[in-house]
T-cell receptor, first 115, second 111 residues
Framework: DTGVSQNPRHKITKRGQNVTFRCDPI?????LYWYRQTLGQGPEFLTY????????KSRLLSDRFSAERPKGSFSTLEIQRTEQGDSAMYLC?????????????FGPGTRLTVL | SQKIEQNSEALNIQEGKTATLTCNYT??????LQWYRQDPGRGPVFLLL?????KEKRKERLKVTFDTTLKQSLFHITASQPADSATYLC??????????FGGGTRVLVKP
């Protein structure tokens, strides 16, 4: 399967613990996006990379969240000192640069539950 | 602040009929608009793109219109099938291809 993959698919953690998620984009895609989605809502933009450069972070993203894409391939999203409000589905997407509006390919998501 | 509204109530429709979904936005000047389909427990899947200078796009049984004066997009599924049952998300795009999504509308097609 050459689509976007995310690991783990599910994560249950206790409040205050740190968690890290991984996203492997489609291999030739140089843009990578992270979104968060809660039940009944659409995905909410968190951050995006072009190659290894993080170009934008949402103002809603607290300093407990950090993302990296060290070699311009896979990316990790870390949440420190998790809170119950962090419980959500974390989605990764990738795309090619090029003309405006190029489609994004989404992974299956990592569902985080903070107890 | 930017706001994107989709009908939060589920749309129940009989097989074979046309489903019409609405996406309205305010305080936004998107370069383009996309529609995605999302099934439970899965990531969204791209369906259609329409740019700000386009009025209508079609793909098989799908049709999208985009009215930048009304700040509205309509999404139509013609000859609907039970397999079309899913949540449909509209997303507005600007620089960097960052997408801003609406809340989605759930569609249920009954046989």
């Amino acid at each position: 399967d050459t689509g976007v993959s995310q690991n783990p698919r599910h994560k249950i953690t206790k409040r205050g613990q740190n968690v890290t998620f991984r996203c492997d984009p489609i291999s030739e895609h140089n843009r990578l996006y992270w979104y968060r989605q809660t039940l009944g809502q659409g995905p909410e933009f968190l951050t995006y990379f072009q190659n290894e450069a993080q170009l934008e972070k949402s103002r809603l993203l607290s300093d407990r969240f950090s993302a990296e894409r060290p070699k311009g391939s896979f990316s990790t999203l870390e949440i420190q000192r998790t809170e119950q409000g962090d419980s959500a589905m974390y989605l990764c997407a990738s795309s090619l640069t090029g003309q405006s509006g190029v489609e994004q390919f989404f992974g299956p998501g990592t569902r985080l539950t903070v107890l | 602040s930017q706001k994107i509204e989709q009908n939060s109530e589920a749309l129940n429709i009989q097989e074979g009929k046309t489903a019409t979904l609405t996406c309205n936005y305010t305080n936004y000047s998107p370069a383009y608009l996309q529609w995605y389909r999302q099934d439970p427990g899965r990531g969204p899947v791209f369906l259609l793109l329409i740019r700000e200078n386009e009025k209508e796009k079609r793909k098989e049984r799908l049709k999208v219109t985009f009215d930048t004066t009304l700040k509205q997009s309509l999404f139509h599924i013609t000859a609907s099938q039970p397999a079309d049952s899913a949540t449909y998300l509209c997303a507005l795009g600007a620089a960097g291809n960052k997408l801003t999504f609406g809340g989605g509308t759930r569609v249920l097609v009954k046989p």
